[in-house]
């Protein structure tokens, strides 16, 4: 049955993972998920957000990545809001995934950037060219544009729940609009709009084929959707959509790369010294200036230095946390403003195992099988034994991703979770009717490098097209 694009779906039609008439299912839910509990890294927050970035053996339930920088994690949350976003469903509640809305596009396009473009959502542009995108000054640097309480004009509202989020979606404004001013540059015609949306979206897509597919799924396994088709996610083109597997427990695996502090830049603050911050610190509820790095806020210190999150070659790039069952402490205790709907619980552990009551989601084991991956059975889960309901053997399977990529060495997913993220993601770009994997499949990118041959496109090039980078920040 073909599942409306503006509605969520399933990839796999099989039982549930638990008898969710169990009134003892969602407390053993709610236990699994608690801060303090099986899944929290216990990371020694006491020690500062300095040492937890510069001493990593403080922290030995969280390991470092050494394959992936930590932008990895905030360039993957940003493709997220640009493909789904579900406002409706409700938490722990059973509900058929073909009732809510997906209030975001089912592609990836930058709806989350463009909104409907510079006629529906003008408030999106500039008025005095409305070829580009706004953009504001947040003191030392750029900053969304924000309505006078500080809440940001932005085509998704949670591209602003954390200050590198906010400063990556900065960052795609000003790359279009350098794009635009290349285009005129160069003697563009007619609609500039359109077409630098267009330039702006194949390089975008480029890039996650490219560059972030390899390394969250493993170039092998893009290259066996790419060249050996996709074998479950199978929607007639023109018609995509989210599958819950994909949004409601898979694609969420991103939570475990999460580090619980970064250093935000290198010459931030006042007296001219970096400024790091917990990702979340309930200390920083209230503040005009947040301690933190939550979003919401404008202030001169409130900018990203990217070579702490992506490598420019300057040895200042930093590690993601590995993809494992370990979650970084400061995600059991999220600011209600981080979450969409406002409301608890504010664990991001428990938010996510109750995702699994409200779209009836199958075990891991059972989609293992249905694809034909070797299953993990109930010994490698001996953490969930006490609490019951057979989750060893028919476990949830956001945990059962995590653990799949754990047992691999926690560098990329791997079994399950990567077949499934791979096959969305491609089938996304190959289903779209304006993506260049659709459209002109043997297009290569066209936009300058900071470095090497054209043809290629990488993330330190968009940030240095944008201008956002270390050498034009000058620091």
Known sequence: MAVASDRFGRIFNLPPFADFNASSLRPALVEMGRAGGIVDAKDPLAEGPIRLITNPELSPNNLDNPTHTAGVTFFGQFLDHDMTFDRASPLGTVTAPETSPNTRTPGLDLDSVYGRGPVADPQLYNPADPAKLKVESGGLFEDLPRMAGGQAIIGDPRNDENLIISGLHCAFLLFHNRVVDQLRAQGQSGNVFAAAQQLVRWHYQWIILHEFLPLIIGQDVVNSILF?????????????????????????????????????????????????????????????????????????????????????????????????????????????????????????????????????????????????????????FPELQALGHGLPASTPLWYYILKEAEIGGGLKLTGVGARIVGEVFIGLLQLDNNSYLRTNPSWVPTLPRRSGPAGDFKVIDLLTFARVDPTSRGQ
């Not at 790369?257 to 400024?275: E, H």
């Not at 790095?293 to 409130?302: M, S």
């Open 228 to 380: 050996g088709g996709r074998r479950f996610y199978r929607p007639a083109p023109g018609q995509q959509f989210i599958p819950v597997e994909f949004q409601g427990a898979c694609y969420r695996f991103g939570h475990s790369m999460v580090r619980p502090s970064y250093r935000a830049n290198l010459a931030g603050n006042s007296d001219g010294s970096a400024f790091f911050g917990f990702i979340f610190d309930p200390a920083g509820q209230g503040q005009a200036d947040p301690v933190d790095l939550r979003g919401g806020a404008r202030a001169p210190r409130r900018f990203i230095g990217w070579q702490t999150f992506f490598d420019f070659g300057d040895g200042a790039v930093r590690p993601n946390k590995r993809i494992d069952t370990k979650i970084s402490t400061p995600l059991f205790n999220l600011p209600l403003g981080a979450i969409a709907s406002g409301e608890p619980p504010t664990s991001l552990v428990q938010r996510n195992l109750l995702r699994h009551v409200t779209w009836s989601m199958p075990s891991g084991q059972n989609i293992a099988r249905a694809i034909g991956v070797p299953a993990l059975e109930a010994q490698h």
